[in-house]
């Protein structure tokens, strides 16, 4: 008995045990699911085994303890993927931590730098502030000076005009 294992274009596997006869199949080999004829496929899986280019599949205790080991190795390989998984996302944590780190200290540096050039600027800006209010008193006071010159100025010339008027009366009468 020779096994033989095969793979529908449905995407279904099925295999089977059989004698050949000539060295094809006996009867004709069907899918379980699509009913597709696998006979064709059968005898080229026997020529290859009876040429010797392919080794039969294993008896079927091995194939047991196969799927024993397989399913006994799950949990582990579960829980190892896990633990790569995790690691991965704790380097990336420590990664990201290290970034805002950096971009905060950075925050602080450039802080520090606004603060540095920012209290000159306001301390300037106080200065021009108060020198902006002396000029504006000095301005009025100027302004209080000029109104009384000008009135003292209207008042000399009120005075001359008043002493000419005069002198013009008595040269009139005499």
Do not use: W
Request: some cysteine.
């Amino acid at each position: 008995m020779i096994p033989v294992k095969i793979f529908c274009a449905c995407g279904q596997k099925y295999a089977f045990e059989v004698e050949p006869t000539e060295g094809a199949m006996p009867v004709t080999v069907n899918c379980p699911v699509c009913n597709r004829d696998g006979t064709e496929q059968a005898n080229r899986h026997l020529a290859k085994i009876l040429k010797g280019k392919t080794q039969p599949l294993p008896p079927p205790s091995v194939n047991t303890l196969l799927n024993s080991v397989q399913s006994s190795l799950a949990p582990h390989l579960i829980e190892a993927l896990k633990d790569a998984v995790v690691q991965e996302l704790a380097a990336q944590r420590r990664e990201l931590l290290a970034g805002q780190q950096a971009a905060a200290a950075e925050l602080t540096e450039l802080a520090r730098r606004l603060e540095a050039v920012q209290t000159p600027m306001l301390e300037r800006l106080r200065t021009y502030e108060e020198r902006i209010g002396e000029l504006e008193q000095d301005l009025a006071d100027q302004s209080k000076e000029n109104r009384e010159l000008l009135k003292l100025k209207i008042e000399m010339l009120r005075e001359k005009i008043e002493a000419e008027r005069t002198a013009s009366r008595r040269v009139n009468f005499n």
